[in-house]
């Protein structure tokens, strides 16, 4: 399992020095590294997961000012038998990876993911989408797709 995969949260009202945590009854919070507030919608950081249970989180997200939002059951964390190893490069770089519908990173992102057959869109401003599909089974389960992106 990757120690830190680096994730993508929107949403709206990210402020400067807003913390992320993952949060599950019965367990210790997972607290967010390298938080960085893309634009006042996104959010990218690094969740270390490496002592982590399994299961389904919910995502908190606190302003300094003190807001707070909640996504319940907004995260969950999977056993290495059930993931996959799913790896995105676009060029140009820094384009955000919607997987299963939800934002995931930004290219060039590397990540467990479940198993199966998933719709997977590479989406930056001024360039046209680009979304294959992919399907991670039992072998391989290690899939990179390239998104050769293309101006509008």
């Known amino acids: ?17 807003a913390q992320v945590l993952l949060r599950k009854t019965g367990s210790k919070d997972i607290t967010a590294k390298n938080v960085v507030i893309v634009s006042f919608t996104q959010i990218t950081c ?17 302003n300094r000012d003190g807001q707070t939002a909640t996504l319940p059951a907004g995260f969950t964390i999977y056993s290495q038998r059930e993931t996959g ?15 299963d519908g939800k934002a995931i990173g930004l290219t060039n992102l590397n ?32 899939v990179t797709v390239t998104a050769p992106l293309t101006k509008i």
Do not use: R, W
């Open 1 to 17: 399992m990757d120690d830190h995969p680096q994730v993508g949260l929107e949403g709206t009202g990210f402020k400067s020095g």
């Open 46 to 62: 690094n969740l270390p997961l490496s002592k982590a249970a399994y299961g389904v989180y919910d995502v908190y997200v606190k």
């Open 85 to 99: 190893t799913l790896k995105v490069n676009s060029v140009p770089n820094k384009a955000t990876v919607f997987f």
């Open 111 to 142: 990540m467990m993911v479940p198993l199966g057959s998933h719709p997977i869109v590479v989406s930056k401003a001024g360039y046209n989408d680009y979304t294959p599909s992919v399907n991670l089974k039992d072998s391989p389960k290690n």
